[in-house]
């Protein structure tokens, strides 16, 4: 069985959408909306659609939605009320509410309901859960990241918060198997935006593993780093590199002061691994094809995209009232 | 003027503070008291007096205490009332009240009481402090620092937070010149002792600078870095190799595509500055001689080192209550 | 006035050249040949035409020419006859007397005759030619490269030396503005094919600067480095990323022991610098295309890619007879 | 038993074999002797004997010979003489003839005779070597080894060639163990001396593998690394740090795109692997000791010090004559 898929949207991210969706088995492009048109030309054969509702006439299976995000909930419950699986881009909503209504319509529908938070379908990222489902890390203590870099050039109608601190959510939601439960955040707005800039996030997993998140639009260098720290070592992910090295704990106390002083009291292997590292928009339509055919995969649901709003909702409630938030 | 010297403790910072007290020039080192002798042969052809009270009897001007934590109150109030300056390894105190009383001694006596937190000494931090002085950074938005890596073997008998997460206190405060305001910390416990040996702390200064610290035992990677990330760049020091690294703000966007994708959206140049790279503990027993004999300097006083213990206390509070604290 | 360009062989270096002919100012696209047909699918509108000759007949200002090297003569003398300015893939030429005869061809005809040495239009290299004439290194003491990697899955019908050292030495010839003259080389044949997979070079140039060149198909990790040191210090070029690093003399004396034992007694300042990274293999058409309008370019002139197979060839008889050869 | 060493010379390196002679098992140092006197204050209990006579009068068993190069034959032949198993520092000797003589003195005596190339002792080698002879390369192609940084201090005797590539030869032929068979080096002469000041040499090992060294006093960055590539990947050693490396062939296409760009066609793990590191001296010391005791150690042997002599020599002589030097 083929899957007849219609694209809402082709801007940025869209293009990307499209080439994906046609290069993946299982799927066939069939139709493409986007009311401002070709900018990227990415039509090819299909002519290019007004609105959803012209979408949804061209008698679609699934659908991706990758329009400014204040349009994701009325996309998203047309596609539900149509029946048609449905990926929305990042963040899953506006509102908390209007995320709620979309989580709602898809259930009720019977329906998948996912979110693209692509971060989680980094090489890095799989190989990392893989090796901490495998034990390979014991315990774990602490997840930190950091993503930080200049500011995009593309308009975001959203802070930083929404855009970037959601992926680190999310993935570290998922990578320890357990939801935020607490959040302190501090945020600084320094580009004459209504929206921050910059969140730095301390907390904690309803698990106990303690998460900080330093997340920012003002940083000359570009950085995508995941840190699991835990009992037998620690991980390292870099998704730009989609690199995973591990650096195990020390067997070796090291004598040689003069290779001491910078390198520590112990040392254990350090291994960057080799895997297989595939184009994580690509595993992400792999996952959503795969839940669609009823197979389990892990595809970001609309209830976990939700929480991960919610959750940077609860961070960037706290720094406005400098309390804590415990979700 | 020459200044005669005692030193309390002979362990392993005790050792080296006996070499750098006979290193430099205007300090002769007369007189060493440790209780437990002299296990790493330091005292050359200076007796190993018995206790603090012996050491003042030498008849010195200033005096070292690197002894346990526990024992600087006793050996301070000693050496205040005897009219020495004094210089105490940091943590300035087992208590809050121990450390006022200690301040109280040395400002009502007019002599030089002082903290050795040695880690501001450090080459990196001393230049990174001009260059932010310089306004080379211009306005200062965030300092997050990392103070990882093994368990070390020494026997410590405090927590991380005081061992180590008090030279990130102190050097964040001193390098954007605030005290910290705000903080929220989670602290685990992982060793089986009673003391944390994670802490990973979000907080502002009095100056609204963003405040993240992340300090531990529990790392196979040893790390010693503090980033400051400002207006026109971002700075990173590392202490471990005393190096100072100037990312600037990119002016030059990235227009190859295979590039960009790991470099960002834009690039500025990327400095590692030379510069003199002094032995931190000869720098920080410099300042020490120089407040004594009356000049200014940056020595860390024994009320910033108050104030340090003050967040560190509060940083364990926050997370025993999971709650911000507000010093 | 806008060029009629033609493009012979459309394989993996060819769609590039496609691609790159039709995104460039000035230049149209207008036919394409290829025997094997159009297995990128990049023919557009194009018919593919079956060869050279229907090329030319399609009426064309400028050609390139990517087919395999052997096939690079008969196109490029018929191309000279036909009165077309081109540009061959690298190296120039199966033989150096067939390269010998495209020189003359070209001299002759008054046409641009130019070869793709693709790494001297990269970024990193040309601002590291433009840092070396303005005398930001003073003399040039040696130039160092190493461009190693794993066996490209592409059937290659040369040897490394030929598919890769050609770049290295194209690329020091011209940053040095000298001619290798005396060169030594070593090869290894590991992978049973009848070319070498693996070549060391040292050498000299006609002004005395020593080069060397480390080139292999047989490394695990991939390294494109060039590193040039001079009177004031060195620069390193990795045309992988684009980056420009250049490594002061030092200045300051190192006196922390700790520091210096992995540092060297002195350093001086290091620096990425930021620049404008453009796709190399667009600078590198713009070049033959601003040559071919008359404009004075740094395009590899067909006499230039024939001392680059020369010299190419001698590293290899010298590998052979285990003497060294002057050119 | 416990070995009488006397040691003679306690300049820069000599402070170091002082302190190691007096740290290990097995050895007691009971005499010094150093015409120059004790500039760093290392005799302790011992009085300064004025000469090599003195030093044999003492009544010793072992001898480390710590003067310049030109008196280490001298000294040697004294000690031969009084059989005194003896260790001198490299390089062995000022002339190709003067090292014979020594090598035949010690030969014929039945003394343990050794050359101090400290690097053969490096963690990092020791490691390295085990390694390639427990199998985990395969068969060896390619040893490089960079041996660079800014100009030492001290004053030296020699050129960069005796003085810092001949740490690279003894190691290179101890770790394929095979000696160098063909060199051709190139020179240059920089600082206004009569020795070289940077020295680049291609050749090969008996055994066939390619050697290439790069070596000098004329770069701002402190490198010491040897890279030996073969059959099943690639090592980096770094003599600096202590730390080996293993780069393993690819096992993993890369599809992905944007990381193919800069890491190549396929990837293998890497890793870098956890060891006892010792400080290299009293490595050298130990396997001394335990070659006077009769055990089998890897100490460098006055034939093996004689043979890397040689190897240097002729790489001066083909950078002279512009021609190889076969061996």
Redesign the interface.
Known sequence: MTLRAGLLGVGMMGRHHARVLREIDGIDLVAIADPGGDPHGVAGDLEILPDIDALIAAGIDIAVVAVPTQYHEDAALKLAAAGVHTLVEKPIAHSIDAGQRMVDAFTSAGLVGAVGHIERFN?AVQELRRRIEAGDLG?V??V?TRR??????RIADVGVGKDLASHDVDLTAWVVQSDYE?V?????F?SGREHED?I?????TASGV?V?N?V?W?????ERLTVV?G?K??FVADT???DLTF?????????????S???????????????????PLRVEHEAFRDAVLGHETDVVTMAQGLRTLAVVEAALDSARS???V?L
Chains 1, 2, 3, 4 share one sequence.
């Open positions: 090489p315990a203590y602490q930190v930080q870099g200049p500011f995009p050039a607490t302190f955040a501090q945020t600084a320094k910059m730095t996030i301390t907390g904690r303690i900080n330093i920012n003002l940083s000359p260098m570009k720290t009992e070592g620690a730009s590199t989609g650096y195990a704990n020390g067997t070796f106390p090291l004598e040689w002061e003069s290779v002083s910078f390198r520590g009291v112990s040392e254990g292997d350090v291994t960057r691994y080799a895997f297989a590292k595939r184009e400098n309390a804590v415990v």
